[in-house]
């Protein structure tokens, strides 16, 4: 069977419901959620008949909420500030006061949705988005169930969107988990991962499963290893510092969005394209990872670094411990290089390689798959052999597409050999920019569509892996030693040396 024969466009239709957002004074729903559903309302997707609630604690009024959303749209809107759209769309939008803890709040709360409910018809679907800090996530929840907002009548949904981070930990991550699926139905819970939303992320499949000139080769008769790497130009500021303090690249990025990232690479072929089709066999990915569980294991395969004062873009910056609301004493990593091996039929002997760090050279996710080497039989005479190989690079951002390297004679009378590339950019293939990721992701969660979501299982497979390797770091006796790298490099040589040992490297950004 062919799930791929299927129409991808195929979904289930966004209806009509109140948006309630939980956080609304925070950067993510000025700077992303509120964006997202005007640039929906552009395209014409966003459903006739929503509305938005801001719920917070900070006292405002809703004109002044409606004109703070409408100050950073004008600055930030990928498609541009049209007030034709975004004068009917922001009246849409009101704003409710309360305290996360206060019953009273969420009282009022459902008398708003229940007048709102009656005005559209006895329509009452509702999408509550926790978009808050990570403390209040229990009490929200709890708060929603006491109140009776955590089901819907009439054949109308009540669905619950949760923000990362999903706990800091396996046991964590449980009873976030028990607290949310006693409140919400596991269907209806959507724990939203912004990466998968990503266009070259959700095409992922499409390349693979749909271009018979990749799929056979997906396996370790014919690839060498794989590599994943995000890197940000920037270290902590806006005081992210007190955060990222506590989280660390591993737990911050590595277990979410890279693991994410992994399993779509690196999955069977699902039986359809249903949600849980494709969710199984990637938890199946995340159960086949190789667990680095002793401190022994964790210094052979993972490297974790901090960067120490250097330049970035020509500016001089500070080192990790000298950054704001950071602790001059910190053993928090700021870079993490994890090399995986997946104990599957398809992936033996196979190594993924995963680097994250802050302060390197420039921002940038991409997925490489580097192929073995062709039989060199024919050219080993050639002065300097065969140049490189073949690479198929997956760009996530920025510049979102697809390049494949591959060796070409240079034009000439001898016979000389370099690499070149055959290049995809969305942008200009298909004359438009991509959606940003919580556009595709709210109109999912609005249509009933988990695909892009992550389940319970793969949240906690994720989280036994990682935990691991924080066990390692922190509670061992003989704990692996801290690396440092000057700001603004590419990491340090401890993670240079995490490859060599199997006779690769790094690709060059």
């Known amino acids: 069977m062919n799930p791929f024969r299927e129409d991808l466009s195929a979904r289930s239709s966004a209806e009509p419901c109140t948006i309630v957002i939980f956080g609304a004074t925070g950067d993510l729903t000025h700077r992303k959620l509120i964006p997202a559903l005007y640039h929906l309302a552009v395209d014409g997707e966003l459903p006739t008949g929503v509305k938005i609630i801001g719920f917070a604690r900070r006292a405002k009024s809703d004109q002044e909420f409606r004109d703070g959303l409408a100050e950073i749209n004008r600055k930030i809107s990928r498609s541009g500030h049209d007030e034709r759209v975004w004068n009917p769309f922001i009246e849409t939008v009101s704003y409710h006061t309360s305290e996360f803890t206060d019953a009273e709040g969420y009282r009022k709360l459902a008398e708003k949705l229940d007048a709102i409910d009656s005005a559209r018809g006895g329509k009452g679907n509702r999408l509550f988005y926790i978009a808050s800090a990570p403390e209040f996530f229990d009490d929200i929840l709890i708060q929603l169930k006491n109140a009776g907002l955590n089901h819907a009548g009439n054949g109308c949904w009540a669905r619950v969107i949760v923000e990362k981070p999903f706990g800091i930990d396996l046991a964590t991550a449980k009873h976030l988990n028990e607290v949310v699926n006693a409140t919400f139905h596991e269907k209806d819970t959507y724990r939203i991962d912004h990466y998968l939303g990503k266009e070259t992320a959700q095409n992922l499949m499409v390349l693979r499963f749909a271009n018979a000139i990749f799929e056979p080769l997906w396996n370790s008769k014919y690839i060498n290893h794989v590599q994943i790497t995000c890197s940000e130009n920037l270290g902590m500021e806006g005081g992210r510092g007190a955060y990222y303090d506590t989280a660390g690249a591993l737990r911050d990025m590595v277990q979410n969005h890279l693991l994410q990232l992994l399993s779509l690479v690196a999955m069977e072929p699902p039986t359809d394209l249903t949600a849980d089709g494709i ?190 390797i924080e066990h390692a770091w922190h509670k061992s006796p003989t704990p692996p030693p801290m690396a440092e790298f000057i700001a603004g490099t590419w990491g340090p040589k401890e993670a240079d040396d995490l490859l060599l040992q199997d006779g690769n490297q790094w690709r060059r950004l």
């Not at 210094?299 to 020509?314: F, I, K």
Request: hydrophobic letters at 40%.
């Open 279 to 468: 969710r199984d066999e990637k938890v199946k990915v995340i159960r086949s990872l190789r667990k680095w569980d002793t401190a022994e294991k964790v210094a052979a395969n993972v490297v974790r670094a901090q960067y120490a004062a250097g330049h970035v873009d020509g500016v001089p910056v500070p080192g990790y411990r000298e950054e704001d609301r950071v602790n001059p004493q910190s053993d928090t990593e700021a870079y993490v290089a994890v090399r995986l091996l997946i104990d599957t039929w398809r992936w033996s002997g196979v190594p993924f390689y995963i680097r994250m760090g802050k302060r390197l050279p420039k921002k940038s996710t991409e997925i490489s798959i580097h192929f073995k080497d062709a039989p060199c039989v024919l050219f080993n005479a050639s002065c300097g052999g065969v140049p490189g190989g073949n690479v198929l690079v997956i760009r996530i951002q920025p510049d979102e597409g697809i390049s494949l390297r591959m060796v070409s004679k240079i034009p000439g009378n001898n016979l000389r050999m370099e690499p070149v590339k055959m290049d995809f950019h969305y942008a200009t293939s298909f004359g438009k920019t991509s959606p940003e990721a919580y556009e595709r992701l709210l109109l999912d969660a609005i249509a009933g569509d988990a695909t892009l979501f992550a389940r319970r299982d793969e949240v906690e497979e994720a989280w036994k892996f990682i935990d691991h």
